[in-house]
């Protein structure tokens, strides 16, 4: 049973940092190509960041460049995302996905093209 959760949610005040982890259980995690996605209330699921199964290509939102950065641990099977210079509309729901991307070099944009997903953890930052 493939299972991925999520962790390290919270509430912060605008300019703070968390730090998100997610950890994959079920697969074999080196050949999955992962991703950051969140979901405000009333919105869409939207990407924020993403990473090839061997860590060499990152992609992420122009919303969040500079200021998240996504990391993988393949020996612990795990995918990180550290948020700074948070801001208020940063707040969501953030979610990890998984793809199998063995033998690809990409990263992925799209909820669409992602097989397993973890049950999200809340990010709040007040102003």
């Known amino acids: 049973q493939v299972q991925l959760v999520e962790s390290g949610g919270g509430l912060v005040q605008a300019g703070g940092s968390l730090s998100l982890s997610c950890a994959a259980s079920?697969?074999?995690?080196?050949?999955?190509?992962e991703g950051w996605f969140r979901q405000a209330p009333g919105g869409e699921r939207e990407f924020v960041a993403a990473i090839s199964w061997t860590g060499g290509v990152t992609n992420y939102a122009n919303s969040v460049k500079g200021r998240f950065t996504i990391s993988r641990d393949n020996a612990k099977n795990t995918v990180s995302l550290q948020m700074n210079s948070l801001k208020p509309e940063d707040t969501a729901v953030y979610y990890c996905?998984?793809?199998?991307?063995?033998?690809?070099?990409?990263?992925?944009?799209?909820?669409?093209?992602?097989?397993?997903w973890g049950q999200g953890t809340q990010v709040t930052v007040s102003s």
């Open positions: 996905a998984a793809k199998n991307a063995r033998y690809t070099s990409g990263t992925y944009s799209r909820p669409v093209e992602y097989a397993y």
């Open positions: 079920g697969i074999i995690f080196d050949d999955y190509a």
